[in-house]
């Protein structure tokens, strides 16, 4: 009985140790950043700033609309990164569940490192947005951006991911 209490507590402990070890982001402070804005598009130029520790927006104030890109760094200590991990909330899923809450929405699979995720890009009344969720040892990075026309939204959110969301999990 004694060696069965010892074998559990440690496993208790190398499993706690192990979580304790996961890396998650390389960068957590977004204020940290020095961003830039030359790849994205739309009728103007681009600039950004740190709303919070945790936020930062890439914007352009000349262009029509809302043209910006919202870069957002939290936890997800819900399950959701081990279901999709695990395989057991498939794309299909999602895509369908995507689809049912915006016929125009279309989701893909997307991954950065060791990060893994989704992004989806879709028509909200008359502008649109791309959102990319990207989770890594309980980390999770959102980057939501809108532009009046969906491929805007997309290119813009994948310049997101390419440049801030690199240095966000790659730490470079």
């Given amino acids: ?6 074998g559990l507590a440690a496993l208790t402990l190398a499993a706690t140790t192990g979580m304790a070890c996961a890396e ?3 960068v957590r402070n977004l204020e940290t950043l020095t961003v830039d804005t030359s790849g994205y598009t739309g009728a103007g130029s681009f600039d950004y700033g740190a709303r919070a520790s945790n936020r930062l927006t890439v914007f352009c104030a ?3 609309g809302l043209t910006a890109v919202d870069v957002i760094v939290g936890r997800s200590e819900d399950g959701t990164e081990a279901r999709y991990r695990s395989g057991e909330t498939t794309i299909e899923t999602m895509r369908a569940q995507c ?5 125009s929405c279309e989701l893909e699979a997307a991954e950065l490192d060791d990060a893994v995720g989704w992004v989806t890009r879709y028509e909200i009344g008359g502008r649109a947005g791309s959102t990319t969720v990207l989770f890594l ?12 026309d969906v491929d805007t939204a997309y290119v813009n959110g994948q310049v997101a991911l390419a ?3 690199h240095i966000i999990v790659r730490g470079e």
Wanted: hydrophobic share 35%.
């Fill in 62 to 64: 000349e262009c029509p």
């Fill in 24 to 26: 998650g982001f390389a």
């Fill in 1 to 6: 009985m004694m060696m069965t209490r010892f």
């Fill in 137 to 148: 040892d309980g980390d999770q990075l959102i980057i939501r951006s809108t532009a009046p």
């Fill in 99 to 103: 689809k049912e809450r915006s016929p």
């Fill in 163 to 165: 440049t801030i969301g």
